[in-house]
């Protein structure tokens, strides 16, 4: 793969989410599908770090994050490259269905065996982007953690996936207005968390 | 309700920013990662990756014999052990399937036999039966004759 498109993956979403994104999407698929390299490369850097970002909101391991990544461009690249997958403007939605249900798998497997959850679960070190303090940050995550399993998939598939809600809706095969309300309640749970755990803590101090 | 929104519209800025926090602490070498991952074959590619499942042996083995256990010892079953006991004694010490299978003869033999002997007896009733018939008609012959 070509140096010069390494660590550009928010510009490239920022260029995916501009008008007429669509229709360029839906050629590049097709020249992926053709065997084009700088094409790979392009869908590469679109998504990949959206889709490590929300596994890794889910998984809370850069670890398995990444290796849930490869996965899912795996097996994009093997159903895109074989003609198993047709494009009707629908790749996006697809690529993060793969993505979900990779997701899933993990999930359900790594809670099979033994590991820390909630309060006791080690915070996961970043580099927060500023003015997002590291404590802040950790304390968010946390609070992302205590939600229910379909409150933490919205707010993954809408801020770290960085996702539409009509494509979340193909996503999750669910009406755009029942994401809109669940969206709305888990961002509602998240304040109260939070403002919770705050007024806890100025009533210690 | 301003209030509400704006806070809303706070919550997704401060998530959209732990998002790109996520993002931006990948290496510059991620993507190489991802487009050598995605080129290798599938095997060496996912060293976890599900093998075809073993699960069903056991339950198989189980099947298989019960099976067998149906085939060998379902033919007892059918021995009238309080009459043959000589028969099934044999069977039980021999444990042999050509003997199971001419002990159940000989029941064939006396179950046939004991059909005969049914068939006669049925024939006596079925005599017994005529006769009562013939009687009650010449009974109500009478009654006719009188009225």
């Known amino acids: 793969m070509n140096e010069d498109i390494t660590g550009r993956g928010i510009d490239a979403q920022r260029r995916a989410d501009e008008p007429g994104a669509a229709g360029d999407l839906a050629d590049l698929v097709a020249e992926a599908a053709a065997g084009d390299g700088q094409a790979w490369s392009e869908l590469i850097e679109r998504y990949a770090r959206r889709v490590y970002a929300l596994a890794k909101s889910r998984l809370r391991d850069p670890d398995q994050a990444e290796e849930v990544s490869q996965a899912v461009f795996a097996s994009v690249f093997q159903h895109v490259s074989t003609g198993r997958y047709t494009e009707r403007g629908q790749f996006e939605p697809w690529l993060f269905r793969i993505a979900m249900n990779r997701i899933r798998d993990h999930v359900r497997r790594s809670s099979r065996g033994p590991r820390m959850v909630g309060e006791f679960a080690a915070p996961v070190a970043s580099a927060p982007a500023s003015p997002l303090h590291a404590e802040d940050v950790n304390e968010l995550r946390r609070a992302i953690e205590s939600l229910s399993d379909a409150d933490q998939e919205i707010i993954g598939l809408r801020h770290q996936a960085g996702m539409e809600f009509k494509a979340i809706a193909e996503v999750l095969n669910e009406p755009v207005g029942t994401l809109l309300a669940r969206h709305h309640r888990a961002l509602h749970k998240l304040r109260d968390l939070l403002g919770a755990k705050k007024s806890a803590g100025v009533s210690h101090e | ?147």
């Open chain 2, 1 to 147: 309700m301003n209030e509400h929104t704006e806070s809303n519209t706070d919550f997704e800025r401060r998530l959209d920013r732990l998002a790109q926090a996520d993002r931006g602490e990948l290496d510059a070498g991620f993507e190489d990662r991802v487009w050598h991952a995605m080129q290798q074959p599938a095997a060496e590619r996912i060293p976890g990756r599900r093998r075809k499942s073993t699960a069903w042996i056991p339950f198989v083995t189980a099947a298989c014999v019960g099976i067998m256990g149906y085939i060998v010892w379902m033919p007892m079953i059918n021995v009238d052990t309080s009459t043959r006991t000589d028969d099934v004694a044999a069977v039980e010490t021999e444990n042999d399937s050509m003997e199971i299978l001419l002990s159940s003869f000989d029941t064939m033999d006396l179950l046939i036999a004991g059909v005969d002997e049914m068939d006669e007896n049925l024939s006596v009733i079925e005599l017994q039966m005529d006769a009562t018939e013939v009687e009650n008609d010449a009974i109500w012959q009478d009654y006719g004759g009188a009225l």
